[in-house]
């Protein structure tokens, strides 16, 4: 079920907000965030094909030693096929283009100090 226009405009400014207020936890969550390295995915798939070509060429073989080591080989591709590139993004590109939406918009009380402020208006008993 989709969200409706409000539900997803609350969802983006809740999102900003804790790009622009929590780097640490949007570091753990979200350690690299930008373009997908292109290069490491092309390297991936081609250990893993190797892997795979090595896997069935000990089978064929009967020696399990090489598929073994192609198992291996292949595994290490899928790996680097999957796995983030180090060098891609930092927080700090994360937190940019939130910061930058926020200023030049309307300046007051962000969406979730909105909401903190209700929720202790609850909490006191005057909601």
Excluded: C
Aim: no cysteine.
């Amino acid at each position: 079920m989709p969200l409706s226009e409000q539900e997803q405009r609350a969802l983006d400014e809740m999102e900003r907000s804790l790009y622009q207020n929590d780097a640490d936890f949007v570091s753990t969550v979200n350690p690299h965030r930008g373009k997908p390295n292109y290069r490491m995915m092309v390297v991936g798939v081609l250990v893993a094909v190797a892997g795979i070509i090595a896997l069935l060429t000990g089978v064929i073989i009967q020696q399990p030693l090489i598929g073994v080591l192609g198992f291996v080989v292949m595994f290490v591709g899928v790996l680097l096929f999957v796995s983030p590139s180090r060098a891609i993004g930092s927080v700090e590109d994360a937190a940019a283009p939130a910061a930058s939406s926020s200023r030049s918009g309307k300046r007051g009380p962000s969406f979730m100090d909105t909401i903190n402020d209700r929720w202790d208006r609850r909490q006191d008993g005057r909601g």
